[in-house]
T-cell receptor, first 111, second 112 residues
Framework: QKEVEQNSGPLSVPEGAIASLNCTYSDRGSQSFFWYRQYSGKSPELIMFIYSNGDKEDGRFTAQLNKASQYVSLLIRDSQPSDSATYLC???????????FGKGTLLTVNP | DAGVTQSPTHLIKTRGQQVTLRCSPISGHKSVSWYQQVLGQGPQFIFQYYEKEERGRGNFPDRFSARQFPNYSSELNVNALLLGDSALYLCASFRDTTYEQYFGPGTRLTVT
């Protein structure tokens, strides 16, 4: 079983819709959860992080964490073509700062 | 504030050669991590340094080594390059009081 799993996509949504990106993880000791956005040919950019169960909102982005189900998601409201990118889910365990990444989900927002 | 900087941006090397990649963290960040990202995959952890001490090492061969300097900048060295070492090498820095890591632009290494 892979440590962090994401649907590789591509996920295609129309402009203005809600994009929902999902991630599951296998290590129950995981404590910190991150979403990075990576445009083609560029480096990952941190867009959201969440440490506690529940929802965390920042602008058009909402991260949702359910530790019991070992599931973390990212919602992007009012999706824009500029949101088209690969979204990487990453987790860390305790005081270990090593980021373990999924393969990423390619999101395409169609005008 | 300036972000994480890395040099060089691109590099082409021949099999068997050695390469050194450089990273400067965000001002105030004392921790640096290195990651390798091959096409179609998420970044893979290579090393982590804090206050010049190695704090973690990923599943990479001994051909990979790193160090951190008193100004918290860091170098990643790879010896005896293989074709499979072709990848984007990423450096990330963080404060060590929080878990958020910020990546530099990366160094694209091509081994021919």
């Amino acid at each position: 079983q892979k440590e962090v799993e994401q649907n590789s996509g591509p996920l295609s949504v129309p402009e203005g819709a809600i994009a929902s990106l999902n991630c599951t993880y296998s290590d129950r000791g995981s404590q910190s959860f991150f979403w990075y956005r990576q445009y083609s040919g560029k480096s990952p950019e941190l867009i959201m992080f969440i440490y506690s169960n529940g929802d965390k909102e920042d602008g058009r982005f909402t991260a949702q964490l359910n530790k019991a189900s070992q599931y973390v998601s990212l919602l992007i409201r009012d999706s824009q073509p500029s949101d088209s990118a690969t979204y990487l889910c990453a987790v860390t365990r305790g005081s270990n700062y090593k980021l373990t990444f999924g393969k990423g989900t390619l999101l395409t927002v169609n005008p | 504030d300036a972000g994480v900087t890395q040099s060089p941006t691109h590099l082409i090397k021949t099999r068997g050669q050695q390469v050194t990649l450089r990273c400067s963290p965000i001002s105030g960040h004392k921790s640096v991590s290195w990651y390798q990202q091959v096409l179609g995959q998420g970044p893979q952890f290579i090393f982590q340094y804090y206050e010049k001490e190695e704090r973690g090492r990923g599943n990479f061969p001994d051909r990979f080594s790193a160090r951190q300097f008193p100004n918290y900048s860091s170098e990643l060295n790879v010896n005896a390059l293989l074709l499979g070492d072709s990848a984007l090498y990423l450096c990330a820095s963080f404060r060590d009081t929080t878990y958020e890591q910020y990546f530099g632009p990366g160094t694209r290494l091509t081994v021919t």
